[in-house]
C-alpha cells in the first residue's frame, strides 16, 4: 500500500527537504507540499492525501486550526519542532490522529505514516 502524504511547514525549504528525502521511500507518495492553512486545506480537498503531516505554526494560520477544517476528511498528524506532549492533547482536541516531534529519524516517520494511514494513533 502506498501512502500518499501532504506535507504542511511554514518553512518551503524543510517542506522540499521532506518530499526529497521521503521520495527515497516507494511506500511513501508525497502529493504536495504546503505553508499556509488555507493553502493545506484547498489542496487536502483537491489531493486527497492519506495522511497530512502539519506543522503546528504556519505561515498563515495554525496545525491545530487545520486539522480542525480537515479531520472529517482525512487523518492529520502534528510534527512538532516542540516536545510532542506540549501540543499533544491540543492535536487530539482538534482531531489529530497523531502527534510527532522533529527529533524523529526518517525511517520512523515512515513508519508512523504507514500506521496512521491503516488507522492506528502515532506519537
Avoid: K, N
Amino acid at each position: 500500500m502506498t501512502v500518499r502524504v501532504l506535507i504542511v511547514d511554514p518553512q518551503p525549504f524543510f517542506c522540499e527537504s521532506l518530499v526529497a528525502a521521503l521520495g527515497e521511500y516507494p511506500d511513501i507518495e508525497v502529493v504536495g507540499w504546503a505553508t499556509d492553512e488555507l493553502q493545506a486545506d484547498r489542496l487536502t480537498t483537491q489531493l486527497s492525501p492519506d495522511v497530512v503531516l502539519t506543522e503546528v505554526d504556519l505561515a498563515v494560520g495554525t496545525g491545530l486550526s487545520l486539522v480542525r477544517r480537515i479531520a472529517d476528511q482525512t487523518r492529520a498528524v502534528i510534527l512538532t519542532r516542540g516536545h510532542e506532549g506540549d501540543v499533544l492533547l491540543d492535536a487530539v482536541g482538534a482531531g489529530a490522529i497523531g502527534c510527532l516531534s522533529h527529533d524523529l529519524e526518517l525511517e520512523g516517520l515512515t513508519t508512523h505514516l504507514a500506521h496512521v494511514a491503516e488507522g492506528a494513533f502515532a506519537i
